[in-house]
């Protein structure tokens, strides 16, 4: 409600929205039904000029009603903690949810604060200045050959005998889970391009026959929701790690880029997402293929 709930001295606002140091305020959201299941960005509105950039900003993720959300790895109950993954275990008995199946739900924030790569000057800047981050983290290839990587195996462990995944987020699933990814722009002065290797999903995610893509831009402050095809390891239930990133090259090689590791069904790393979740052990037969226009299928 923006009387009370904004977070911004504008217009007719009532009172004080901001909150000081040390003080603390209740915001209050509503979820309607006809925004359907979506993300929408916070930021810090007593600054909004510097704060955001500073890294203060979230976002609030609308799941299917009733659901609840549990750690992947633990299973404990998150429904009232903040993080930027959960395994959202859908309320199957509820109308609205019918067809709708558990899945495994994460947020990526992307920040940067470069404002010349791009420009149309000379000579053409190929690196990226200022700050780069995935989560308020980032794996430079500079830091990856530091440790031994070299350029060709930059996505690769770079110790044999001590092999480390990238300090930016792990997404973890089971072949064939359903992957629910946001990508959040939080803070950019760039655009950006997010990829996943080896996954396609529908440019428009509510729109039946929408086209399949495996890469798409955003903007600062814009937000995708991304059904990943097929779920964890696409169509053919694929395991290994595939890595997502920010597909412009010179933030990739800034740190902007991760793993999502797909795992054999029933690995024990993290927790099975249930019946509705599950049946990676079967395959259907396939139709004869057949020719059909991109925008039909």
Known sequence: D???????????????????????????????????????????????????????????????????????VTGADISQKNSWRADVIVDASLPENVGKRNYRDVALFFQDEDNIIGTAFMPYVQNVAGLTSVNYRAEPYKFREEQGCSLGKIFQPCVVDKPEDPITPLIEAHAGDAIRIHVIGANSEQNGMFAVEGHE??????????????????????????????GAGGPYRQVGDFVWSNARLPYTQSGQWGYLRVLPAGDSRIQPLGAQGAGAKHADVQPEPRAIPTAMK
């Not at 977070?7 to 209740?26: C, F, H, K, W």
């Not at 903007?219 to 095809?229: H, K, N, T």
């Open 201 to 230: 999903w529908p440019i428009e995610p509510y729109m039946p026959g929408a086209d399949m893509i495996s890469v798409v831009e955003y903007a600062g402050s814009e937000i995708l929701d991304v059904f990943l095809r097929g």
């Open 2 to 72: 923006p009387r009370d709930s904004q977070g911004l001295n504008v217009g007719n606002n009532p009172g004080d929205q901001t909150i000081a140091p040390g003080e603390s305020r209740t915001y209050t959201y509503y979820a309607h039904p006809s925004n359907k299941e979506t993300t929408s960005l916070v930021w810090d509105g007593g600054n909004i000029v510097v704060n955001p950039r500073n890294g203060l900003y979230g976002a609030v993720v609308i799941g299917p009603k009733g659901s609840q959300y549990r750690d992947p």
